[in-house]
């Protein structure tokens, strides 16, 4: 547990970030692994399916996830109180709220996963495929809400150590899992899909032993386990703005990728390869802005604004710092990357040309994604929310259609930045206005 209400602001930052930062590469490089292995082994039709599918998985759970941030609000305000019952009740509470989420998402997902990607415009060799991944994936979708539940909470009392130990036990196990399943059983795509679920589960299995053995406050008891309605409204109503927003997001990729998929499958293969690379590069910055996110709660519970804005400056000098440097780096390295995921050159020649397109602009997404952790860890989440939903179907959606009507391809990526843009310049105003004050669960 760290307290982030005293003590030298930007090393309380730094050392809480950088686990999350190696976790959120370690997570994101077992994405990459798996998609590498895809594309390796079981062709671009297959890399592409599972590129199919991760908006729409992205889409059923977004809303779960929004509110499952604002629970890490919560437990990050309350514990800057120092109030540990209510830190106790918020834990218990968002575990029971997963566990039905997961059930809906299952049901709705594996139901009508075909027709999703029909209306979606894939094309019909990609449909089998795609279906049997996320129908697998969908399957274990408790699991995967449970580490990430886990993960958010203990990041709300300030521990990053521990979700960077579970996510690095899940890579680990889930690339050793892809490589026996494909390499050496030969199973097919959905096979990559039950690595992911297994790895999760007993990473999930695992922590829950430990942290009830272990820590000082989180205990899972099915006997002992409560649901508190109050804090559960104080959680939908922080992440809920949140979730929508998430869904938002998601729903504009499923339209993006409608784009894509009209111009074929090199296309979807090429968009699936560049976006694992584009999120493992921006991972860090949505690392520091969770890192700001408890930061603020903590402060906004101890009743200390001029610590919040001490935060707001140290991430984002942090999170410029590092967008410079991955921009120079994928841009000069881009092509060799593609070049993990597929032997295709057309595949190879159109992602590249997503990634100098849209590297060029991750300064603007960082300090875009800092402004956003200070308003959320302050419980202001439904002004980023309508700006997240303006700039993806006012801006970005039509602007897609638009410009590669156009001018191709192309122009879809160019769509991206023109978004991040116009959403930094919202965001920015909103801070400044300050009207973000007050908006927390503490009165």
């Known amino acids: 547990m760290k307290d982030f209400t005293s003590g030298n602001v930007t090393r309380q930052i730094l050392i809480f970030s950088w686990p999350m930062v190696l976790g959120s590469l370690v997570q994101n490089l077992y994405n990459v692994v798996d998609s590498v292995i895809v594309g390796r082994f079981l062709g671009k039709e297959a890399l592409a399916a599972v590129g199919a599918s991760f908006p729409v998985i992205f889409t059923l759970v977004s809303l779960v996830i929004g509110i499952g941030s604002g629970a890490s609000t919560v437990v990050s305000q309350y514990f800057g109180a120092k109030d540990m019952k209510s830190v106790a009740k918020t834990i218990d509470t968002i575990f029971i709220f997963f566990f039905f989420a997961s059930l809906i998402v299952s049901v709705t997902g594996i139901t009508f996963s075909g027709g999703i990607f029909r209306l979606m415009g894939l094309p019909d060799e990609l449909i089998p495929g795609a279906k049997s991944y996320m129908n697998v994936y969908l399957g274990g979708m408790f699991l995967l809400f449970g580490v990430n539940g886990i993960g958010s909470v203990l990041r709300g009392i300030g521990d990053s150590r521990t979700p960077l130990v579970i996510i690095t036990a899940a890579a680990v196990l889930n690339t050793l899992l892809d490589l026996l399943f494909v390499l050496v059983f030969g199973w097919g795509i959905a096979a990559v899909a039950w690595a992911t679920i297994i790895s999760h589960g007993i990473a999930f299995i695992g922590t829950v032993a430990y942290l009830n053995l272990k820590h000082p406050i989180i205990r899972f008891s099915i006997l002992r386990i409560r649901f508190t309605p109050e804090i559960f409204r104080a959680c939908v109503r922080i992440g809920l703005p949140t979730g929508f927003q998430q869904s938002f997001v998601s729903l504009g990729m499923l339209a993006v990728m409608g784009i894509v998929s009209s111009f074929g499958t090199s296309a979807v293969a090429a968009y699936t390869a560049a976006l694992r690379i584009d999120s493992f590069a921006k991972m860090p910055s949505f ?52 070049r993990l995921f597929t032997t295709d050159p057309e ?94 669960v503490m009165p």
């Open 287 to 338: 690392a520091f802005s969770s890192a700001l996110s408890a930061f603020t709660g903590q402060n906004i519970g101890a009743r200390n604004q001029l610590r919040v804005k001490a935060g707001m400056r140290s991430t984002l000098i942090i999170s410029a710092g590092y967008s410079i440097f991955i921009t120079v780096l994928i841009i000069l390295a881009g092509k060799w990357m593609m």
């Open 347 to 440: 595949v190879i020649r159109l992602g590249q040309e997503y990634l100098v397109i849209v590297t060029v602009f991750y300064i603007v997404f960082a300090v875009m994604f800092a402004y956003t952790g200070l308003l959320r860890g302050a419980g202001a989440t439904m002004v980023p929310m309508i700006i997240t939903l303006l700039t993806l179907w006012i801006i970005r959606v039509p602007l897609s259609l638009m410009l590669s009507s156009e001018i191709g391809l192309q122009g879809v990526w160019w769509a991206l930045p023109v978004s991040w843009v116009i959403g930094l310049v919202a965001t920015w105003l909103y801070y400044r206005s300050g009207r973000w004050r007050n908006k927390g």
